[in-house]
């Protein structure tokens, strides 16, 4: 019945290194989450803040803009709310302070009950080395596999 809708964040992994995960709710409008059930949205560039209030919010991520909306559309780079438990949010803005630690959504997502699920990830930025590493051991396992199917 309902059309699954997975996108992703692909660049996160490897520019970032994820210490924790947290699955949050998205305060959307009507436009926006039929744009998202489309799949017409982007994670890509996105990153999370809090406000001074101490709420969550995603920033930079990309809604387009609905076809069929017209006067009532939104617009596509707003800032979004994020839902999570009071405790949660306490514990990632603690983080997030002390620690110099940054929020990142990993994956945009609908789940059984209809409803726009947002997965975010307490991440350590990587050092130049790190990603090297990183395009070396992904490297080397390609070429191993290869090897395998060979030989098999």
């Given at each position: 019945?309902?059309n699954k809708?997975n996108?992703?964040?692909k660049?996160?992994?490897?520019?970032?290194?994820i210490l924790?995960?947290?699955?949050?709710?998205?305060?959307?409008?009507?436009?926006?989450i039929?744009?998202?059930?489309?799949?017409r949205?982007?994670?890509?560039e996105?990153f999370c803040?809090?406000?001074e209030?101490?709420e969550l919010f995603v920033?930079?991520?990309t809604?387009?803009?609905?076809?069929?909306?017209n006067?009532?559309?939104?617009?596509?780079k707003?800032?979004?709310?994020l839902?999570?438990?009071?405790?949660e949010?306490?514990?990632?803005y603690k983080e997030?302070q002390?620690?110099?630690?940054?929020?990142?959504?990993?994956?945009?997502f609908?789940?059984d009950?209809g409803?726009?699920?947002?997965v975010i990830?307490?991440?350590?930025g990587k050092?130049?080395?790190?990603?090297?590493e990183?395009?070396?051991d992904?490297d080397?396992k390609?070429?191993?596999?290869?090897?395998k199917?060979?030989?098999?």
């Amino acid at each position: 019945m309902q059309n699954k809708v997975n996108i992703q964040n692909k660049k996160a992994r490897f520019l970032y290194e994820i210490l924790d995960k947290y699955t949050a709710g998205i305060v959307l409008t009507g436009t926006e989450i039929k744009s998202i059930r489309s799949s017409r949205a982007s994670i890509a560039e996105s990153f999370c803040e809090f406000n001074e209030a101490g709420e969550l919010f995603v920033i930079n991520m990309t809604v387009e803009e609905y076809i069929y909306g017209n006067y009532y559309n939104h617009r596509p780079k707003a800032e979004r709310k994020l839902l999570l438990n009071r405790k949660e949010l306490k514990k990632l803005y603690k983080e997030v302070q002390n620690t110099g630690l940054t929020i990142i959504p990993l994956r945009l997502f609908i789940n059984d009950n209809g409803y726009a699920k947002l997965v975010i990830a307490l991440a350590k930025g990587k050092k130049l080395y790190d990603k090297r590493e990183t395009i070396k051991d992904r490297d080397n396992k390609r070429n191993l596999d290869r090897i395998k199917k060979i030989y098999k």
